[in-house]
C-alpha cells in the first residue's frame, strides 16, 4: 500500500497531473487525503471513468475515425491481453479475490477476436496477463467455443496454440506451476510463443508458503525448472518473491538464497512484506522488525544481481531478435516491459523488430549494435 501512494507522490512531482486507477482506487478517502491533488480515482477496469477524467482535464478534438474504435493505453506495438478476472487463490498476503471476486474466464472466441484485431492494427507483442493465467477456464469447465470455426477448448494450452498462429510475439504472465503448465513449453521451443514465463513463487520455505497459502515447494519447483529447461533452453524464467512475511526466521529466508542460488532465475522483483488492510496475513504473530525486512531485501537482490549479470554477460556476441519500444531502446524475447531490462543501441524505429549484435552488457541490460 505505501509503495503504491508512494509512486503517487513522485508520479505527481513528474507529472503534476495524475490520474488513478486500479485495485488502489477502492482506497479514495486515503489517497485524497495523502494526495489531495490527484485529478481522479476510479476502480479497476473503469476505463470510461479513466478516459472521462483525462479528457475533463485534457479536452481532445473529435475524430471521426479514431473515436469509434476501442481505447488502448499502451504503445501501438505492444498491448496486454486479458483473459480472465479474479482469482480461487486465497493467498493471505493479498486482497484480490475481496476486491474481484473469484475466477471467471473471458469466452476462447472473445478473447482471440480481441487479440486478431490488435494484430490488425500493428501490435507486435501481446502480454497475457489475468489475476492466474494457468487457471484460464477452470471457472467454466473448459468449455469449447469456437476459434475461426475449430471448436477450442477454453484452456491455456490451447490459447497459447491459437495465439501463436497469429504472428506477434506472445508473452505469459502470472503463471501458477501447475502440471499443465509444461504442455505450453514445446510451444516456446518451437517459437510459437515467446520462451518467456513469469511465474510468481513468492518463496522457498515449505512453513512460509504454507503460511502464505501458497502452492508448491521448492524441491518440486526446482525439478519443474529443469524439465523445463530441457524441453526449451532459450526459456527465461521470471518470478517475484517477499521477504520478512510474519514469522520468517534467518534460517528460512537462508532457505530462499539457497533456492535461488540454485534455481538461477533470469529475472526477478523483490518486495518486503508490507501488510495490506483487510489481508489475511496481518493476524499473523512475529511480525519482522522493518530494518531486518530491508536487509534481507537487499542481500537478496544482491545476489540475484550477480546472477542476471553472469546470465547477461553470456548473451555477448550473439545476435539477438529485438522489439524497439522507441530509438535506441528495445527489448528482447527475455524482456517484458517495464519491468525487465532492456537492450539499447543506436538508432531504429518503434514497433520495428531488429536484429542487433550483442557486444557488452551489465547486471541489467544489454547493449549492442543493429545488423
Known sequence: MQES????????????????????????????????KVLAITGPHDTPAVMNAVHQHLPKPHDP??????????????????????CNHRCTFCIIPSMRGDLVSRPIAEVMQEAEN???????????????????????KYRIGFVRGRPTKTRM????????????????HYVYPYPHV???????????????????????????????KRPASAEKVLERIRGWRAVCPEITIRSTFIVGFPGETEAEFSQLLAFLEEAQLDRVGCFAYSPVEGAAANALPDAVPQAIKEERRARF???????????????????????????????????????????????????????????????????????
Open 182 to 212: 509444461d504442455e505450453v513449453i514445446p510451444l516456446m521451443a518451437e517459437g510459437r510463443i515467446l520462451p518467456y514465463l513469469d511465474v510468481p513463487f513468492q518463496h522457498a520455505s515449505p512453513r512460509i508458503l504454507r503460511l502464505m
Open 301 to 371: 537482490m544482491a545476489l540475484q544481481e550477480r546472477i542476471s549479470a553472469a546470465k547477461l554477460k553470456a548473451k555477448i556476441g550473439r545476435t539477438l531478435k529485438v522489439l524497439v519500444d522507441e530509438p535506441g531502446v528495445g527489448r528482447s524475447s527475455a524482456d517484458a516491459p517495464e519491468i525487465d531490462g532492456v537492450v539499447k543501441f543506436r538508432g531504429g524505429k518503434a514497433g520495428e523488430l531488429r536484429d542487433v549484435l550483442i557486444e557488452r552488457a551489465d547486471a541489467h541490460d544489454l547493449f549492442g549494435r543493429l545488423q
Open 5 to 36: 501512494l508512494d509512486a503517487i507522490g513522485e508520479a505527481l512531482d513528474e507529472n503534476g497531473k495524475v490520474v488513478v486507477t486500479g485495485c488502489l482506487g477502492v482506497k479514495h478517502d486515503l489517497i485524497k487525503s495523502t494526495h489531495p
Open 157 to 172: 494450452t490451447e490459447l497459447c496454440r491459437s495465439l501463436g498462429e497469429l504472428g506477434a510475439w506472445v508473452r505469459l
Open 65 to 86: 475515425y479514431t473515436d469509434l474504435i476501442g481505447v488502448k493505453l499502451t504503445p501501438p506495438h505492444y498491448a496486454y491481453l486479458k483473459i480472465s478476472e479474479g
Open 118 to 140: 490488435l494484430v490488425k492494427a500493428g501490435v507486435k507483442e501481446l502480454l497475457v496477463i489475468s489475476q492466474d493465467t494457468s487457471a484460464y477456464g477452470v471457472d467454466v
